[in-house]
């Protein structure tokens, strides 16, 4: 969801705040791993969910997009041509060769950890592995420009050009999913600003050092177009394509972007 800020500055942290943050993200990565090593060919989205949620208590955390605005599940599964915020449910079956996209938060000591990223149970097509390859990619060459003294747009500028760069090297024609993209963060999920994955440079508010974004594109084998299912959550391709969605929580420092949600 976006949000839009006539702010000139986006907010910055302090160092301690900082390292709050990635106390949550910390969590967060854990969890993000844990489902990786969950997911089989025969496993439930369900299954997922509740690997998340336990490792998320079991570190005294909270998971966050439990009961955000009605969602149900501790963590987004989107599998295929689900873009974003799939439903976790007993229905929804691994198979080989399924691309599932994990998004996950926790709130630790008050402070909100938020990370995605995608993978395959089992062997991917050739072009889905490239899509996934890609998108992390672009996620990480998009980050760099989360420095002090950059405008808010000139990450989303990044991050489209990262996409064009990343359609040469991976060999594969790349859909930036229209409508969604990244957002400011702290102690709630969603803080102003919104981040577009694609844009001109220098608009938008400034980075100063201590601002925090979660970064987040989300890229397809083919249309930017998409649609909402009846649930009022489960986003997928509207021509059926496969997507993949990367994030990182991203602090700006006078030393270089401060990835918050590492994945050790």
């Known amino acids: ?25 910390e969590i967060v990565g854990r969890a993000l791993q844990a489902v990786r090593a969950a997911a089989a060919p025969g496993v439930t ?13 079991e570190a005294g955390a909270v998971p966050t997009f439990k009961g955000y605005q009605g969602f149900p599940g501790s963590i987004c599964t989107s599998v295929n041509d689900v873009i974003v915020h799939g439903i976790p449910d007993a ?32 062997e ?22 989360m420095v002090p003294g950059n405008r808010l747009t000139d990450v989303s500028h990044a991050l489209e050009a990262a996409t064009r760069k990343a359609e040469q090297k991976f060999g594969v024609a790349l859909g930036i999913v229209d ?22 440079p220098g608009r938008g508010p400034l980075i100063q ?3 925090v974004l979660a970064i987040e594109p989300m890229l ?3 249309t930017e177009d998409s649609a909402v299912l009846d649930d009022d959550w489960t ?16 602090a700006a420092t006078s030393g270089g972007p401060r990835i918050l949600t590492p994945r050790s």
């Open 179 to 200: 409508g969604y993209g990244g957002h400011g963060i702290g102690r709630t999920m969603h803080e102003d600003p919104y981040l577009a994955n694609e844009g001109r």
């Open 45 to 57: 989205t369900l299954e997922l969910d509740e690997v998340a949620e336990t490792t998320i208590r």
């Open 235 to 250: 986003v997928v391709t509207l021509d059926g394509s496969v997507a993949a969605h990367w994030e990182h929580t991203v």
């Open 124 to 145: 991917l097509a050739e072009d889905v592995e490239a899509l996934n390859r890609a998108t992390e990619w672009v996620l990480m060459q998009g980050l760099k420009a």
């Open 91 to 122: 229905d929804t079956v691994l198979a080989p060769g399924d691309l599932v996209s994990i998004d996950c938060g926790a709130t630790f000591e008050g402070w909100v950890g938020d990370s995605a990223w995608s993978f395959g149970v089992g």
């Open 220 to 222: 397809t084998l083919g």
């Open 1 to 25: 969801m976006g949000f839009r800020s006539k702010k000139r500055a986006i907010a910055a942290k302090t160092p301690g705040e900082l390292d709050a943050m990635q106390a949550a993200g």
């Open 209 to 211: 050092e201590g601002s």
